[in-house]
């Protein structure tokens, strides 16, 4: 414990040194904890908005983009698919149940998506305000993500009035308001930043919008359309022949969301390597800062080292202090690092609330952040073996000579 506090006070006996070396190690411990936080969360995250979905049913485009757009909501779609061609998919043998799931609108940039009860049920969902066991009953009422109502501060009972398109800004549809009847318990999901109602309500803002008389209306119910449709396969076995008939027999395609989440994740991996490179370049600089710092120390100490030998401190004790003092480099660097990572990933979480994009958080510390103190200790222990073998291996006699 001694030898622990004396290497403190040596740390911080050269405190434009000491600081440098923490700022550059905490550097890149922070880049290193930043990837660490944003991957273990999009992993999570995926995972948890992606499971139970096997397949998605959208207008023929960019696969990862009708993923982006119909499960994660953060892209927009490739265009709509008649709701008869839907409903003829959800007759096939190898389909067990089809979410239909149609988007066109907003209020104040959440999305009003219009979907069944089965996509509520399909993540679980649970009612936080409003009458339990009811959800909507009829159209024009709508369901609040827990983000969604904490942001605009919509209680049940109020109402509003959407407007066209994904982002805010587009034209307003007058005639038709809808009334907020229940607010979902936070998720951690993708339902937590949406509005949610029945597909009837959408069809209907649109074709009261468009039609100019009961024969125009007749025609568009019967061309109703939906965005996309999620599908659960009844076994796994429909996988080798159900997206292939929908893409080669239908106007429809079919992307599978494992396989386009793992084209995106990889596409994202370029960047973070490029990370992942420029923190290893922090982290060797750092090392070799350290290393450099010490091993000054060892030359500019040698009368204070002398002394210590003299009175009896063995070279074990010597080398031992320069470890020390190495750890507590580390440590505090390592300390450092984490809270400016979590920073980062926080500024980054806020940017992406901007956008009403992926939930991303900050202050979470999942199992793979213990990488972060072991590497920090590993660099400055190691930079300090050297200078630590060397103050060792000198005699007292020595250091009296050179001093």
Known sequence: MRTLRFAWRYLWSRPLGAALNVLLLSLGL??????????????KAFDRDLAGI??????????????????????VPPGNVPFSAVKELARNPLVDHI?????????????????????????????????QNRLW?????????????????????????????LGAGGHTHGDNAYTVVGILAPSGSVLDRLILTDTASVW?????????????????????EITMALVQYKTPMAALSFPRYVNTSTEMQ???????????????????EVLRAFAGVLLLTAGLSVFIALWSAVRERRADLALL?????????????????????????????????????????????????????????????????VLALSVSLVSALLPAWGAYRVSVLELLQTR
């Open 54 to 75: 096997d397949v998605v049913v959208g207008a023929k485009g960019s696969p990862m983009q009708l993923i982006l757009s119909g499960v994660l909501h953060i892209d």
């Open 204 to 224: 209907k803002v649109h074709e009261d919008y468009t039609a100019t008389d009961d024969e125009d209306r007749q025609v568009l119910e019967e061309e109703r």
């Open 254 to 272: 079919a992307a599978a969301p494992a396989l386009e989440i793992s084209r995106l994740l990889h596409m994202l991996g370029l960047g973070t």
């Open 137 to 165: 009953d009829a159209p024009m009422q709508v369901v609040l993500g827990a983000t969604t109502a904490r942001k605009l501060g919509l209680a049940p009972g109020q109402t509003f009035i959407g407007s066209h398109g």
């Open 99 to 131: 979410i239909p799931i149609s988007l066109g609108d907003n209020y104040a940039g959440y999305r009003i998506v219009g979907t069944s009860l089965a996509y509520l049920e399909h993540y679980e969902a649970q009612l936080a305000q409003g009458p």
């Open 309 to 373: 030998r003299m009175l009896g401190a063995p070279p074990r004790k010597i080398a031992t202090l320069l470890l020390c003092e190495a750890l507590w480099l580390g440590v505090v660097a390592s300390v450092l690092g984490l809270l400016l990572g979590q920073a980062f990933t926080l500024a980054l979480a806020w940017m992406l609330q901007l956008d009403n994009s992926l939930l991303i958080g900050g202050m979470v510390w999942p199992v793979e952040l213990v990488t972060v103190p």
């Open 30 to 43: 922070a880049s290193i904890t930043f990837l660490l936080l944003v991957g273990a969360q999009l992993s």
